[in-house]
Structures are given as structure tokens and as C-alpha cells.
């Protein structure tokens, strides 16, 4: 038998932030998965890769205020219509916001606010794909996965607040 790659192999790395503690997950390809955890729970077993590494790395610099563009490779797992969402929130740069609304009136669908929020919602890959920029049509601090008082430390972060 050859040794063949395991797409399926998942690498991990974490850092530490003011708001908790950060997981971040790839495959032999590219992040699929970053994810806030409370400053207790434990770290996910560390077994990183250069993707990881590359991950971390630009992470910290996103939370020291140096890096406000991430280029890194994603793979977020949802259906077309989350991907089409998470691929929207991309143009949402550093230091803005977007409603909804206007996330849907990019993708053609004005009348789909509530399905973007629930694929923004999902988004696997926190920071980096940045949902924390979604707001509500008002400007309030709408929902994030992460809670609230971390969407408005990242906000604060990038000053879009």
C-alpha cells in the first residue's frame, strides 16, 4: 500500500486573545474551521501544519493591529447559497460594515435578509471571513456566534465602531 494524503486530516492550532481562546482547523488544503472558545475550555489537540501556523500567525496580527488582510487558503463547508453569503462578507473590508440587507441586495435576493443572517450565522471561519461586520439595518449589533460583547471587541479592533 502507497501512502496516500487523507483529505480528511484535520490540523489544529490556538492562540489566545482578549476575548477568549481562538481554534483554528485545516485540512491539507485550507482552513475550514476557526472558532471562539471561553479562556477554560481546553485547547484542541495541537497538531498544526503550515497552514495553521500561517493562520495563527496573520491572526495575531490582525489582533495586534497589524494586518487588515488576511491571504490565506479557505474551505468552508455549507451549501451554495452559505458560500455565496460567505463569499459576499469577503468585500466587506476592514474597519466597515454592512447591513443584511445590503448583503442580500449584492447577491440579487433583497428579500432573502433573513437567510443571510442565518448563513452568516454559520460561517465556520470567524475573523477571517468577517461576519462580525454583518449589523443590522439600524446599525445595532445584531447576533455573532461568538457573542456579542466579541463582535463589538472586533469592531472596537478595527475601529468600525
Not at 490582525?62 to 488576511?70: E, H, K, L, N, S
Request: aromatic letters at 6%; charged letters at 15%; hydrophobic letters at 40%.
Amino acid at each position: 500500500m502507497g501512502s496516500q494524503l487523507n483529505e480528511t486530516q484535520l490540523y489544529a492550532s490556538a492562540i489566545n486573545t482578549p476575548v477568549g481562546n481562538l481554534n483554528i482547523y485545516a485540512n491539507q488544503r485550507a482552513i475550514v474551521k476557526v472558532v471562539f472558545e471561553e479562556h477554560d475550555k481546553q485547547k484542541p489537540n495541537i497538531n498544526e501544519n503550515a497552514i495553521t501556523q500561517e493562520a495563527s500567525k496573520q491572526l495575531l496580527e490582525y489582533i495586534a493591529q497589524t494586518r487588515q488582510q488576511f491571504d490565506l487558503p479557505l474551505d468552508p463547508e455549507g451549501t451554495q447559497f452559505q458560500q455565496s453569503v460567505w463569499q459576499q462578507l469577503l468585500n466587506v473590508g476592514y474597519g466597515k460594515t454592512a447591513s443584511y440587507l445590503d448583503v442580500a441586495s449584492a447577491l440579487n435576493k433583497p428579500k432573502a435578509c433573513r437567510a443571510v443572517g442565518a448563513a452568516n450565522g454559520k460561517n465556520p471561519i470567524a475573523i477571517i471571513i468577517p461576519c462580525h461586520r454583518i449589523i443590522g439595518a439600524n446599525g445595532s449589533l445584531t447576533g455573532y456566534a461568538g457573542g456579542l460583547s466579541r463582535k463589538t471587541f472586533l469592531l472596537s479592533l478595527e475601529q468600525a465602531i
